[in-house]
């Protein structure tokens, strides 16, 4: 029987340069889509999947991160006095067990395939999660969720994939289709970031991640890559089988944000204010306003 995937790796190391100077004392993953910030959209879709054990790689400067997961007892209680039992209700799903949660230091930024390996002795020999929460997916089931259901069919080591333009591809991994199946296809190679009209195909790697422990093992050994950083993709490559197994990507069935990006963090906060049934009247009679007004203004 394969083994369940209850851990997840959420690394949050990252300096988060795009959003300066925000980022200089809120760490990237706390800032606020809507009312949430990023990382309880990722707790959330991990716990749908069966996600038991949340894991993060953090660096100097996140303890508000850490703070966010705290129990607030004193808060709780002022909520509770004044009957606020909707907001009582929405902050203790923040809440986190004790023993839930972990933190680990990536001591140098070396890359998201370093951060991962920081936290291989958490891991130990099972399969696990790492999820980005920069990119936020809005979808029906959720997008790790899809991909746990998926795995149980394939094992071996999975990415969400998702088509982009030809000529957005060189910011992304990209994935060198064996056999295409639809939502999965097998993948014969992976390449970080290639040169402009190089990539392989349009179909791209996002932040979602189920892998094997061997990945960990690669990761011990493999030499920084793409942008001088040592890439999570080399080490998921080197799991590709000769036959064409090992590591599948996985078409989700939703819509993915950059939230590492200013316009993706924008157009989630459109899109999901939209989505938010107190929000949606007053904001889409906004946004027509505003889009009369420019037409007049041109
Ligand atoms: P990004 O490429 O978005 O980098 O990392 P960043 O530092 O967060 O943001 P910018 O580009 O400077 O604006 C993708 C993910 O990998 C993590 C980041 O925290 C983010 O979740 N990461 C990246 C690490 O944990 N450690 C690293 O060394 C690099």
């Not at 707790?43 to 790689?57: L, Q, S, Y």
């Not at 004193?74 to 909707?86: I, S």
């Not at 000769?242 to 200013?262: H, I, L, M, N, P």
Request: with cysteine.
């Amino acid at each position: 029987m394969r083994n369940k995937v209850t851990k997840a790796i959420f690394p949050v190391a990252g300096l988060g340069t795009r959003f300066l100077p925000a980022t200089k004392s809120v760490p990237k993953e706390i800032m606020t889509l809507v009312d949430r910030p990023l990382v309880q959209y990722a707790i959330d879709e991990a716990r749908a999947a069966g996600i038991k054990e949340f894991i993060f790689v953090t660096s100097r400067g996140k303890g508000a991160l850490e703070d966010y997961f705290d129990h607030s007892p004193q808060l709780e209680q002022e909520l509770r006095k004044k009957g606020k039992d909707d907001l009582l209700e929405t902050l203790k799903n923040t809440n986190m067990d004790s023993g839930e949660i972990a933190y680990i230091r990536q001591h140098k930024a070396l890359g998201l395939g370093h951060a991962v390996w920081c936290a291989r002795r958490l891991i130990g020999n099972e399969p696990f999660a790492v999820m980005l929460p920069d990119d936020v997916i809005a979808a029906e089931k959720p997008c790790l969720q899809q991909m746990v259901e998926a795995y149980a069919e394939t094992g071996g080591n999975m990415v969400a994939a998702m088509e982009v333009p030809a000529d957005k591809a060189q910011n992304y991994g990209v994935l060198d289709m064996a056999e295409d199946m639809g939502a999965m296809v097998s993948v014969k190679g992976m390449v970080e970031k290639p040169a402009a009209g190089t990539a392989p195909s349009n179909l791209a790697v996002i932040g979602r991640y189920i892998l094997s422990p061997n990945v960990l093992r690669n990761l011990s050994k493999i030499k920084s890559g793409a942008g001088g950083e040592i890439q999570l993709t080399d080490a998921i490559a080197q799991e590709i089988g000769s036959d064409g197994s090992g590591v599948y990507g996985y078409r989700f069935r939703g819509q993915r944000f950059d939230c590492g990006s200013k316009a993706g963090f924008l157009q989630a906060t459109v899109a999901f204010g939209l989505a938010r049934d107190d929000l949606r009247d007053d904001l889409e009679t906004y946004l027509q306003e505003l889009m009369t007004a420019r037409k007049a203004a041109e």
